[in-house]
């Protein structure tokens, strides 16, 4: 698999979005069924295949021969190391695109969400967007 769906910081122009090692092949916006958490300066999906709400975001196609080492330093942004005590985990999900969808990786949120402390970003006509 050689896409990954981002829907924040590591967004092209994002806060983030320059720790991508290399130029991606193309990078395409897309919705991905989850909802959407504003975690302070940055933000967090929980994914639910089943929902009707979606997040948009992008869609970063990498050549295959780059991917170990755009995973190594991504996994590392996302504090992604396959432990109990990750603060993301490394998930599939189906990125929608206006002419199809594919599968590809996402970073979901590995802890449950207080959203006492967390708020659910609400969609808007079904789409919740980061915007900080």
């Not at 300066?41 to 639910?48: G, T």
């Not at 295959?64 to 190594?72: F, I, K, P, S, T």
């Not at 504090?79 to 929608?96: F, H, M, P, Q, S």
């Amino acid at each position: 698999m050689n896409k990954i769906f981002v829907y924040g910081t590591l967004k092209k122009g994002g806060k983030l979005s320059r720790n991508w090692p290399v130029d991606p092949v193309s990078i395409k916006n897309a919705r991905v069924r989850a909802s959407l958490y504003n975690m302070g300066w940055y933000p967090a999906i929980r994914s639910d295949p089943k929902s009707d709400d979606t997040v948009s975001g992008e869609v970063w196609e990498f050549r295959e021969e780059d991917m170990d080492r755009v995973l190594q330093v991504i996994d590392r942004v996302e504090g992604y190391r396959d432990r109990d005590d990750d603060l993301y985990k490394r998930i599939t999900v189906i990125a929608e695109y206006g002419e199809g969808a594919d599968k590809v990786m996402a970073y979901e949120f590995a802890n449950p969400i207080d959203e006492t402390r967390f708020k659910k970003i609400e969609p808007v006509d079904g789409v919740a967007t980061w915007s900080a």
